[in-house]
């Protein structure tokens, strides 16, 4: 038989230290990739693991992430098991709680338990939907499903100087979860490998059952912060349900040769910067290219991208770098980095190791360097970005620890 599985994503995450990428926008909202959304990779982790039916659980600044799955994550009409469908926050359980928006993780399931009720699913797959990978989700489930797993938890290595930004994992020789430990300040390591620790990567396979009964069980404690890592999990553990740690690093994703190890929770400006600049190697870890691995998007309908001028040096070019459709470069130079659609570069201009967003324009002999732009921002020609950082700092732009400049949406220069 079957096994039948709801998709739900939460998608309501601030994402404050990506500000102001964030600033008017959700974590989940946020461009990557050159023409993707955050949200996209976990989307069609699902759909490529054959699992049509979806929630996604919005909160935050959702207006850009809204209109974003309208128009671009839609299925047919004629088959009502095929759906991805968005649930804000709506206090729908007013009459027990009064007026309260999601009160964290486990609080933005249990809030909207008829919808599983509704489904009538054997698994729920409970995933976070900020963060960039591949994730074959049914091979997950089988092993949730062979092992007779309550809760499974997606578990991936990390060093252990890091671990503390984590849920971290003890488990035994059979991957039974035996410890949990949220954000530790001294997380333990993983056995015969001291430097390193067994992180939850915040994406779980309930079953039903078992998520009822201990979301039941959180819903009426009035000390729980409501939240899967810090007390949904533990008290699961604690009360002797069974907790598998899958091991991500056998998930295999049809078309690749290589094993499945990246995964990114692009959570500063310089890890996204970082993993912009990856996507440009000649062999990125992260494949856009796989096409038994489809990563779907919204159809923005762009004319081709055009590169134009060739005398001497005015010549329209981009090297090493990714560039979506609608794009123009107009005499100018591009080198490592990542521009979206409609994004312009005119004459004697330079862009190098760089994201543009949607509508960026760079006008003649600018320099940019080491930048992020975001959206609709319009360089006036001569100016120079990420050339003296104490001058962009002048300028009110956020500049981070590696040096890189950030642009906030729509802003004009004097």
Sequence with gaps: MAIRTLGMILAGGQGSRLAPLTSKRSKPAVPFGAKYRIIDFAINNFINSEIYGIYVLTQYKAQSLTEH????WRFGS???????????????RFEELGAVWYRGTADAIWQNMHL???????????????HIYKMNVDHMIQEHMDTRADVSIAAFPVPLEEAS?????????RNRITEFQEKPKTPFPMPGKPDMALASMGNYIFSRKALEDLLDLDARDDNSSKDFGKDVLPRAL?????LH???FFKNPIPGSERPNTYWKDVGTLDAYHE????LISVNPEFDLYNPEWPLRTVNADSPPA???????????RALNSLVAGGVIISGGTVRDSVLFRRARVNSYALVQRSVLFDEVEIGRNSIVQNAILDKDVIVPPGTKIGVNLEEDRARGFKVTEKGVVVVPKGYRFE
Aim: with cysteine; charged share 25%.
């Design 306 to 316: 055009k590169f134009v001028h060739e005398t001497g040096d005015r010549t329209g």
């Design 275 to 278: 993993a912009s600049m990856e």
């Design 69 to 72: 799955i309208q128009r671009g």
């Design 245 to 247: 740690a899958y091991d």
């Design 116 to 130: 599983i009720e509704n489904h009538k699913a054997d698994c729920i797959a409970i995933f976070s939907g900020d």
């Design 78 to 92: 004629f088959l009502s098991d095929y759906f991805i469908t968005l649930v804000p926050a709506q206090q729908y």
């Design 238 to 242: 604690r009360d002797g349900y069974h």
């Design 165 to 173: 930004r984590f849920g971290v994992l003890g488990v035994d020789d």
